[in-house]
């Protein structure tokens, strides 16, 4: 029988009309498939990195290739049909569908022009499969099965193309191109626009840790968070002044709150793309880092991608072609305001940073003007990037067009920052962002969930939102506490929500507060719409602020409990805050619980997220015992129980046998959380 496959080295070569295929070993249990109908498959690495060692098998008879990973292996028939089985077993992880007469194939191709196609890989379904990861979308669902996903960047949507199967395998689709996810009940398919080729990656393991490992391994493990960043951040939009920012800063030292990052946020620059702080509002950086220093405070200042045609850089990267332009028409801009225009339109270029010395010129600006007068860490704000116009197909980068490479801009902003901070260096790096791509943790980036509303509907999304976002490879996740649009400072309903949001942010992996408030709400003192009212923790009411108080210093005795967890995420890609079923695999129950999550193997939590609950069921896994740490009562594990949780308390239960139990031990009376010794016990006057 004629065949279509041979082995070249470790890989298999099947060749067809025109196609080629590749599969081959990518590192340990890990099988790396690339095909095209080009005349050569290109190195294009998007989101890997090169494969540690393995020792892979090859072999192939007049059938079938045979590729043996690990405990992975992948066979390739005569029609090009790639299979994924799990070796101990034999049985099926992932498959490719059939191949069947009048049928599609398992790989599409629509010519797009030149050498871009327009491609789909369909895989097989399976009843009962659960899906995990894909980055973090606003649908509120942690089991994504059923859904279709866009592979687009956007304000609140990130994607990032690894999903994690109930099955026991993860998938990594290695293409920064604009397209979609289906996830269906009759196949799965993905699907892009324009791209070179396909390339995907299937690994798998003994447990959901095993699989984060291997991913962690295939795109890059991220470092070790910095101490200073597991404690309380403080944010707001916006500190205008550096005298309002330091004001804020020795409050919060003078009630005694602990308090470990204080952020800028926008429209610190005196233009977009000067990136260099406004000397008006902020006459003196050098000395405003020193004091907040003295007070063990870090600040973190934002920095857009975008480009004024005011700017003074901007003649000078339109002459270098360093700036993202299009295809046809206008270049692609956002129409948003700048500090010097505020409530005016501005066409805003941006920076392409795909471009090597785009990227370094960046971080040259960044340099001087910042982290030469001691800012360590950046914000790097509506990186996605933010587009009015998602026309993809009209945007063209340094490295391709839009269609093909759109989605990889965020961690190329990531990347500028990482390398230029490491080279001037810095050790610790850390930088909060607004998206990411697939490997964007090996560069030190933290993201937050974007600009969400402020709704008990939206907090309890946050949840799943923060589980995906753990399941795809990002370890340092966070929200706005309390939402970013629409919290009135006054109203006694929010007042709740954002208590119930410190609840669940003091067990994030960042606990960050930040918010647009009173945006639509007359305040006194506002005199343009780029500031909002107060967001410090006494902003809120004196019953809010009494709770708060005491969140930020349980966050205070957790923190050695963090460090250890951040360490194993750096040294193994174990997520801190993860889904029940990632600690609990063997308890049914525990795959269907989506509004509870583990932080750590130690913890776990139950936020309360609807409007004027004062008890939540809570379902505690089967395997060990639990303990209340309000109550200190010991309670059996593989049951729901119905716990009480007025506004002052909500659910959380630790590991019986956890010596982190002593974290909660120390309470007071009435049953709120003691705070550490010699804390001031000053109340904030109602606002």
């Known amino acids: 029988m004629q065949t279509n496959n041979r082995i070249e080295d470790r890989r298999i070569v099947w060749q067809m009309n025109h196609q080629t295929l590749w599969v081959e070993p990518w590192g340990p249990d890990a099988v790396r498939v690339r095909a095209t109908m080009n005349a050569e498959i290109p190195d294009l690495p998007w989101a890997l990195l090169p494969p540690d060692p393995d020792h ?26 790639v299979r994924f089985l799990k070796l101990a077993t034999g049985e099926v992880l992932v498959e ?30 399976y009843e009962g499969e659960r899906i995990y990861g894909l980055g973090q979308h ?58 070179r080729l396909v390339d995907y990656v299937v690994t798998t393991g003994d447990s959901h840790a095993d699989i984060m490992e291997r991913y962690a391994g295939l795109t890059g493990h991220p470092p070790v968070m910095p101490e200073w960043a597991s404690g309380f951040w403080q944010c707001k939009l916006r500190y205008k002044t550096q005298e309002e920012l330091l004001s804020v800063a020795r409050e919060h030292k003078r009630r005694g709150l602990p308090i470990s990052v204080i952020v800028i946020d926008y429209f610190n620059w005196s233009k977009m793309g000067d990136w260099r702080f406004d000397p008006a509002c902020w006459p003196d950086p050098k000395a405003m880092v020193a004091e907040l220093e003295e007070m063990g405070i870090k600040l973190m200042v934002s920095i857009w991608p975008t480009v004024s045609p005011d700017s003074e850089n901007f003649a000078e990267l339109k002459r270098r072609g360093l700036l993202v332009r299009s295809d046809r028409g206008l270049a692609p801009c956002m129409s948003f305001t700048d500090s010097d225009r505020i409530g005016m339109d501005v066409h805003p270029y941006l920076l392409d940073v795909t471009h090597p010395e785009a990227r370094a ?38 490295i391709g067009n839009g269609a093909e490479v759109g989605n990889i801009y965020p961690m190329m902003q990531e990347k500028a920052f990482y390398e230029g901070m490491s080279a001037a260096g810095q050790t610790e790096v850390l930088n909060l962002c607004r998206c990411a791509f697939a490997g964007s943790q090996r560069y030190g980036a933290a993201i937050w969930s974007g600009d969400i509303y402020s709704t008990f509907e939206v907090l309890e999304g946050q949840i799943r939102a923060g589980l995906n ?78 709770i708060i108080r005491e969140l930020l210093f349980l966050r205070e005795r957790l923190r050695p409990y963090v460090m250890e967890q951040m360490k194993r995420a750096a040294a193994k890609g174990t997520p801190v805050m993860r889904p029940l079923f990632f600690d609990y695999p063997h308890d049914p129950a525990a795959a269907l619980i989506e509004d509870q999550f583990m932080f750590g193997p130690d913890i776990l939590v139950a936020p309360v997220v609807k409007k004027g609950a004062v008890s939540r069921p809570v379902c505690l896994p089967a395997g060990n015992g639990w303990s209340d740490i309000w109550t200190g009562m010991e309670v059996a594990g593989g049951q729901c129980v119905t716990v009480d949780a007025p506004l002052e308390r909500f659910p959380v239960f630790v590991r019986s046998g956890s010596p982190v139990f002593g974290v909660f031990q ?11 010794p010699g804390a001031s016990d000053r109340a904030a006057p109602e606002q």
């Open 56 to 81: 892979a098998i090859v072999k192939m008879d007049d059938r079938v290739a045979v590729l043996t990973n690990g405990k992975l292996t992948a066979t390739v028939d005569n029609d090009g049909r």
């Open 96 to 125: 490719e569908i059939p191949v069947v007469a009048n049928f599609p194939a398992p790989h599409e191709f629509k010519a797009e022009g030149g050498d871009l196609w327009g491609c789909e890989v369909s895989f097989c379904a």
């Open 138 to 195: 606003r649908h509120g669902l942690l089991d994504q099965k059923g859904c279709v996903l866009e592979l687009c960047q956007r304000n609140a949507e990130i994607n990032i193309p690894w999903l994690v199967s109930s099955r026991g395998y993860g998938l990594l689709w290695n293409n920064p191109g604009i397209g979609r996810v289906e996830l269906g009940r009759t196949k799965t398919r993905w699907v892009a626009k324009a791209t």
């Open 361 to 398: 010129f960046i971080w040259e600006q960044v340099r001087k003007n910042y982290f030469d007068h001691g800012i360590k860490t950046f914000w790097l704000d509506a990186i996605e990037p933010e587009l009015t116009s998602h026309d993809h197909d009209n945007v063209r980068y340094h």
């Open 469 to 546: 976002m753990a399941m795809s490879g990002i370890p340092w996740w966070t929200t706005d506490i309390g939402g970013f649009f629409g919290g009135q400072t006054r109203s006694e309903e929010f007042r709740e929500l954002i208590v119930r949001w410190f609840q669940f942010g003091v067990f994030c992996p960042i606990f960050r507060l930040h918010g647009w408030r009173d945006s639509h709400y007359s305040t006194e003192g506002m005199s343009d719409p780029t500031s909002g009212g107060p967001n410090e923790v006494w902003s809120f009411g004196e019953r809010a602020y009494g």
């Open 666 to 676: 120390n309470r007071r009376k009435e049953g709120r959380l003691e705070a550490c």
